[in-house]
């Protein structure tokens, strides 16, 4: 199984990226799937989180600047980020949850994870 995450890149503050996600060797329809990040010296930290049928939460640092989505047919899912802040550098990390819920996706709880992409926003 494995997830392959694309799209970072530099950008500068207030600008747009979007990340995607694809999922390869099995199927995660069902599964939680899930972007987190880590920045320099911090903890790893979901961002953003979707279920099979489409619930997002996110954290509350881009509540309103990020949104996730999936395709379940494609096996993909996708984080589009906007109004972009310096704060959001960090490298990406695609997730699949073990579990269909999103209530405590936690590192701890994931099935799988894709290589990381890194976003660096510039002031």
């Known amino acids: 199984v494995q997830l392959q995450a694309s799209g970072g890149g530099l950008v500068q503050a207030g600008g747009s990226l979007s990340l995607s996600c694809a999922a390869s060797?099995?199927?995660?329809?069902?599964?939680?799937m899930g972007w987190f990040r880590q920045a320099p010296g911090k903890e790893r930290e979901l961002v953003a989180a979707?279920?099979?049928?489409?619930?997002?939460a996110y954290a509350d640092s881009v509540k309103g600047r990020f949104s996730i989505s999936r395709d379940n047919a494609k096996n993909t899912v996708h984080l589009q980020m906007n109004s972009l802040k310096p704060e959001d550098t960090a490298v990406y990390y695609c997730?699949?949850?073990?579990?269909?819920?999103?209530?405590?996706?936690?590192?701890?709880?994931?099935?799988?994870w894709g290589q990381g992409t890194l976003v660096t926003v510039s002031s």
């Open positions: 997730a699949a949850s073990r579990y269909s819920g999103i209530g405590y996706f936690t590192s701890a709880a994931v099935a799988s």
């Open positions: 060797g099995r199927t995660f329809s069902r599964n939680g």
């Open positions: 979707i279920t099979w049928s489409a619930y997002t």
